[in-house]
């Protein structure tokens, strides 16, 4: 341990030390490492690009999730960590009796937050400046993206260290810094994995949940050189040693940064009070070590009261990574004097919230705390894993919440309500009582009637048909009668190929026929043979 | 046999038992008249409407709802072998109904919720037996399906009425609280990831080594059955209504469909390219 | 201005809600601050924060305290450690007498200064038995947050009197701290990480030694 320390203790380098001897390592290198870091360079991108497709672009969800199943390797990792994660969070969740009664008061205050959302962001807003921090009102994406830049660009940095933060992989701030020439290091090793390994995030709690070791290894190996502190030639795949890696390949990114960015969990309204919660100590280095402080967080996280964090701390961690805390939870005020960045500001998000709230039955989504046990505990989602759902909200929480925040507008995003095979267990996890399969019926009848109001489809047609049939039971009658005729004809119990939709069913699985004679027909056969 | 005052009960045989199923229908009659009750099939009935609600047309559902609600009305109770198909009555329809706009509706649907229970509830809870004199001689695993556990809430019932029969093993089957993959349209939505659990599924019941597969709602039967079919695996599928029928005195086998005889005829005639063994997942 | 447009919107969703509470979820009879029944806090507080690999010292009296730290700083191999503001030295003499080097946060370190310092030790405002939680508000003797943060080992000295129950309680006992601009951070364990295949590794930014002392 004290052979560690000494060797940081030795290595405070500057940063232009740290790069000139990373790119002189670098000459020595095998000549492709020398091509990837000269592409780098040319295409002047100052941290690792992500895919190249935007997302909104993504294929609608059943045909992403067709070539996402055939990933093997995906599949495992996905079913190895979800597995675990279930397991954890079931035997920390069963120790706290009361827990029925946590995820009421969660839900419950989250309600109340959201039914008079306006005053508590007031009330937010006058406690955050009271405390010296700077508040920024952003009512969409790009001008979030506008605002950010600009405070960066004020301190003349050209770099800035991110904790992990849903809001703004959703408003994609990254790659709009980029675009300025602002190089953002995330800090958080599950997203140091995904962006160092040109990736998209799959998971809103463990980003790189798809990656197994022997591919973060690869990653650490193959990129960490190009963008600061190189891997060790010898590392090993170890969890541990993956870790030590990335806090050796952080560290100087930290003490060198001026400025950080963060979300925020939780913003509490009668103290103007910010929370993280995390593990790893990068949120403490964000929080504590830069001198201006930048966190975006959206409009839906704002909590009434001080008192209202025992519910969420409790929910939070034993939801999410199945602990009964976290290592780290930090709270701060705006500015502590003489203790952290003196500078800081609050970055406050619309961008599609309030289209949410504005759907009485759709706002529910809006409770929702970003702990992922609905994807965890999701059979889909352990199948296709984050990427199928083309948003950075993947699994239960993001089919209803995306389409919501975008406004149901594409294909991809009508398709999302019905990612789901509705088997409930999402609802059962939920720690604030989100109640996902009526979210996920309540915007199939949105896209429904989106659809409806434009043309009369094939679907449109056989629904309104059968609706029609089921409303007698003397036409369902008919119908199972008919159904029964083609007993004469198709002997056997099973068939194997139906034509048309039906291939859909019988590419996989059998189809049992009709029986011969309905129940309906019995029945009256045996009231028959009674008298 | 037991319960004295003798109940009337209206069978609600759900649209898929009906047409697909109707050997469990005739074992829900059978063994509720053998448990003393007055069994009743208005036949006005169709379907819950799931199909419909849960692929988000609400409103062509609305017959369903109200066909129902006029079938059930004047009946004390209203018995359906699915956890699946009563869930939806009891959760989906008062909200159609309101949908509707029809007061009247509303008030039928809401007398029509208080007394519907799905097979296993109202044995164990209205006529309060758990041994209902069955005999089954064989091995079984049990799909706790997604709907009887989570929407119709059934807990522990139908194990506890399985533990009463004579003869029946219940064998463990693993990851037993996944879901199917059927999921109603789900399956047809998306069937690629349909496929995939359902395969999980059947790879589960097959490694259980298990004589039959029993649920409470013949929907997953059929989807795990038509698995089960496919990759020629000898687990019979069975609704529980049948087992709780079935008695020591009766010769017949209650019915249950042989997944394995003659393949090559099950296929005969038919150009075998890509029906069994196409598309699906690995 | 944006900030007129959002709550322009907000007003304009909530009216569109009206009077429809569907979404709102089950009335909450929750009651804020309630200590949750623990029969023996203090040994579940130690028997929790082992869990998450702290090494936890118990001692009755504040007479060992010092020998305590020394010990605790000698097992993380530290050859330095800083001391908060309002940190009583007296504890801390029996390290410096075995060659520990010592540090003072005043006037303030840097943070390369700081990343050089293998230890640090405070004291805490509560802990939580039921998380195995420590809360720091970093009023004297609990340090600035950076402290508790570069160096590699942190040893805190806890009072028996301030173990609670469980999160409410302790965040009641925190609240006056946060209603007075106070950062708090809450530490359960050393850093850890599972983002790589759910494996839980202790160890990533934050100390990687947590030494908890027990004090009554």
Redesign the interface.
């Known amino acids: ?2 052979d ?2 000494r060797s ?2 030795t290595s ?1 380098r500057s940063p232009q030390h740290s790069e000139r001897s990373g790119q002189m390592r670098d000459t020595h290198r095998s000549a492709s490492t020398c091509d990837a870091q000269h592409s780098a360079q040319t295409r002047g991108r100052r941290t690792p690009a992500p895919p190249p497709d935007p997302l909104l672009e993504s294929l609608p ?2 045909l992403a ?2 070539q996402l ?1 055939q990933n ?1 390797q995906l599949r495992a ?1 996905l079913r ?2 979800t597995h ?2 279930r397991s ?1 969070r079931k035997s920390v969740v069963a120790e706290l009796p ?1 827990w029925e ?2 995820r ?2 969660g ?5 109340r937050a ?5 005053s508590y ?2 009330q937010l807003e006058a406690n955050l400046i009271q ?1 010296g921090a700077q508040v920024h ?3 969409d994406a790009a ?1 979030a993206q506008r605002i950010v830049t600009c405070l960066i660009k004020a301190h003349g940095v050209d770099e800035v260290v991110k904790i992990k933060s849903m809001v703004t992989q959703e408003i994609e701030l990254n790659e709009a810094l980029e675009a300025e020439g602002i190089a953002a290091w995330e ?4 997203e140091l ?1 995904v962006q160092l390994g040109h990736d998209r995030p799959s998971n809103i709690l ?1 980003p ?2 798809h ?3 022997d591919e ?1 290894r690869e990653i650490f190996l193959r990129e960490m050189k190009l963008y600061g502190q190189a891997a060790p030639d010898d590392l090993d795949n170890d ?2 040693d ?3 890696c ?2 050796n390949h ?2 100087e990114k ?2 060198r940064a001026k400025v950080a960015l963060s979300g925020a969990n939780f913003a ?1 309204a009668d ?1 103007g ?1 910010l929370v993280i919660v995390e ?4 949120g ?2 964000c ?3 830069p001198d201006v402080l930048i966190s975006i967080t959206g ?1 839906e996280k704002v909590i009434p009261t ?2 209202d ?3 969420v ?2 929910l939070l ?1 034993r939801s999410s ?1 199945g ?12 500015v ?1 004097p ?3 960045p003196q500078e800081v500001h609050v970055v ?1 998000v ?1 961008n599609g919230r ?2 949410v ?8 989504a809006l ?1 929702c705390i970003r702990c992922a046990a609905c994807m965890h505990i999701c ?2 989602y352990e ?2 894993g984050g990427h199928a759902y083309g948003s950075v909200y993947p699994g239960p929480i993001g089919s209803v919440l995306t389409p919501q925040l975008r406004g149901l507008k594409s294909v991809l995003d009508k398709s999302l ?9 999402c ?2 996890v939920c720690p ?2 989100i109640p996902l399969p009526d979210l996920l ?1 309540h ?7 989106e659809v409806k109001r434009r043309h009369v489809g094939l679907e ?1 047609t056989a ?2 048909c ?12 008919l ?2 009668r008919l ?2 005729w083609t007993r004469i004809f198709i002997r ?6 139906l034509p048309w ?2 291939k ?9 026929m ?2 011969r ?4 027909r ?2 009256r056969r045996r009231a028959r043979d009674k008298k | 046999m037991t319960a004295n005052i003798q109940k009337k009960v209206a069978l609600f045989a759900t649209c898929i038992n009906d047409v697909m199923f109707p050997d469990t229908c005739m074992a829900t009659v059978r063994l509720l008249e053998r448990l003393g009750c007055r069994v009743c099939f208005p036949p006005q009935q169709t379907c819950c409407g799931q199909m419909f609600t849960n692929t988000g047309y609400f409103n062509e559902a609305i017959a369903s709802v109200r066909a129902c609600a006029s079938a059930f009305e004047p009946y004390e109770y209203v018995v359906g072998p699915s956890g699946s198909c009563v869930g939806s009555l009891r959760e989906q329809h008062p909200l159609l109904a309101e949908l509707s706009g029809d007061t009247a509706l509303q008030q039928t649907v809401k007398a029509v919720v208080d007394k519907t229970y799905e097979l296993t509830e109202f044995l164990v809870d209205v006529l309060g037996i758990e041994d209902v004199g069955a005999y089954f001689p064989h091995t079984v695993v049990f799909h706790q399906s997604c709907h009887s556990l989570r929407v119709a809430r059934l807990g522990d019932r139908p194990r506890r009425l399985m533990e009463k029969v004579r003869g029946l093993t219940l064998l463990p089957l693993e990851a037993d609280d996944q879901c199917c993959g059927f999921g109603g349209t789900f399956s047809v939505k998306n069937p690629d990831l349909s496929a995939a659990m359902v395969s999980e599924k059947a790879r589960c019941v097959a490694k259980s080594g298990a004589e039959y597969l029993v649920t409470v709602d013949n929907a997953c039967l059929m989807n795990i059955g038509g698995a089960l079919h496919r990759d020629g695996i000898a687990v019979r599928t069975i609704h529980l209504a049948e087992i709780l029928c079935s008695q020591e005195c009766e010769r017949d086998e209650p019915h249950v469909c042989h997944p394995q005889p003659n393949r090559a005829l099950l296929t005969h005639n038919k150009g075998e390219k890509d029906g069994r063994v196409g598309g699906g997942a690995p | 201005m944006s900030r007129e447009l959002v709550f322009k919107r907000i007003r304009q969703a909530l009216q569109n809600g009206g009077e429809d509470t569907s979404a709102t979820g089950a009335p909450s009879t929750w009651e804020y601050g309630r200590p949750t029944a623990v029969a023996d806090p203090i040994g579940l507080f130690i028997e929790r924060i082992k869990d998450y690999r702290a090494v936890v010292l118990r001692t009755p009296g504040v007479e060992e305290v010092p020998l305590l730290i020394a010990s605790c700083l000698a097992k993380a191999q530290a050859t330095s450690v800083v001391v908060p503001v309002g940190f009583d030295e007296a504890w801390i003499r029996t390290a410096a007498l075995a060659g520990i080097e010592l540090y003072r946060d005043e006037p303030p370190l840097s943070k390369q200064e700081l990343d050089g310092i293998s230890a640090v030790v405070t004291t805490a405002t509560s802990a939580m038995a039921e998380t195995g939680t420590i809360a720091l508000d970093h009023r004297s003797g609990q340090g600035r947050r950076i402290l508790t943060l570069l160096p590699d080992t942190h040893v805190c000295v806890i009072r028996i009197d301030q173990i609670v129950s469980d999160v409410p309680e302790s965040m009641a006992l925190l609240k006056t701290s946060i209603q007075a601009g106070l950062p708090i951070t809450l530490i359960s364990g050393p850093s850890a990480t599972s983002d790589i295949e759910l494996t839980r590794v202790e160890g990533v930014h934050g100390p990687r030694n947590l030494y908890v002392i027990v004090v009554g």
């Open positions: 341990m004290t560690a320390r940081t203790q405070v969800f059943p999730a067709r199943l093997q990792n190895h960590a675990t994660i954890k009361h009664e946590l009421s008061a839900a419950a205050m989250k309600d959201l039914c008079s959302l306006d962001l007031e405390n009102w952003a009512s001008e800090t958080d090793l599950a994995i463990v790189a949940i990656r197994n070791r973060v969890p541990e993956l870790a030590a990335a806090r952080l560290r930290f003490l509490v103290t009070t593990s790893e100590g990068n403490r280095m929080l504590t070590l409009i001080v008192e964090l025992e519910i701390l409790q961690p990574t602990e009964r805390m976290n290592p780290y939870t930090s709270m701060w005020t705006g502590t003489g203790d952290g406050l619309d309030t289209r709230l504005a759907d009485p039955i759709g706002r529910a409770r059979p889909v199948r296709v309500p019905y990612a789901s095979s509705l088997c409930g267990a609802a059962e604030v009582k019926l915007l199939r009848r949105r896209v429904v009637d449109q629904m309104r059968v609706g029609w049939v089921m409303g007698s039971g003397r036409r369902f009658g119908v199972g159904a029964g056997r119990d099973f068939i194997t190929h939709l039906g859909r069913w019988t590419a996989r699985r059998d189809m049992r009709p029986a004679v309905s129940f309906r019995a029945w």
